[in-house]
């Protein structure tokens, strides 16, 4: 049975949205194994064990956000399951860009750190390739971006993490693989060159 500050990964499919408060007893144990990490992004089946502290902050106040790869199947659909599940504002332009922008601000939702649950990760934008990787490095860009100490209070980045949740092992792997080739290519985002990944400027 995994302990209070530990969850399998079916427990974190069955995340929502919302903040909570978290403590930070009992946090001295090693963390379970993942499936894999990808750059910035975390791939691992569902019957893997996750350490809660490997993925949330100590103490204070984090958001969790779930997202369906299934109802993902294209940008349209990603967009609008972002939005969705972030609450972004209603200037959110509905393209790749605007999405890289909400993701590295969240000023509306302020937390001490966030946690996107992706379920059914293979199936994320599965009418685009191209699409699929874009997305794939908006998030590992975004994750970088808070862990940036600087202009954060307190000097100190702030956990930004992202969990790809797939039904089997071999399909983890396969992911894995995809999310390496996507962070691999490092190229921009469609139509706009000066979006660059940080610390590439």
């Given at each position: 049975m995994p302990t209070p500050h530990e969850f399998t990964a079916d427990q974190a499919e069955a995340a929502t949205d919302f903040?909570?408060?978290h403590g930070a007893e009992d946090r001295g144990q090693k963390a379970y194994s993942w499936h894999g990490s990808t750059g910035q992004l975390v791939i691992c089946s569902r019957r893997s064990l996750v350490e809660l502290a490997a993925v949330l902050p100590a103490t204070g106040r984090f958001v969790v956000a779930r997202l369906d790869g299934k109802r993902m199947a294209d940008a349209d659909h990603a967009f609008y399951e972002f939005s969705d599940a972030l609450h972004f504002p209603g200037y959110?332009?509905?393209?790749?860009?605007?999405?890289?922008?909400c993701l590295r601000d969240?000023?509306?939702?302020?937390?001490?750190?966030y946690l996107?649950?992706?379920e059914n990760a293979?199936?994320?934008?599965?009418s685009s390739a191209e699409d699929q990787r874009t997305l794939f490095r908006i998030l590992s860009w975004a994750v970088e971006r808070w862990a940036n100490p600087l202009g954060r209070p307190g000097g100190k980045g702030v956990p930004f993490k992202v969990l790809l949740l797939c039904d089997r092992d071999d399909e983890a792997t396969v992911l894995a693989q995809?999310?390496?080739?996507?962070?691999?290519s490092g190229r921009?985002?469609?139509?706009?060159a000066s979006v660059e990944a940080p610390g590439r400027r």
């Open positions: 903040v909570v408060a959110f332009g509905w393209n790749w860009n605007a999405l890289f922008d969240l000023h509306w939702i302020p937390a001490d750190g996107i649950v992706v293979p199936c994320l934008l599965s995809e999310v390496a080739r996507a962070l691999h921009p985002l469609p139509g706009q």
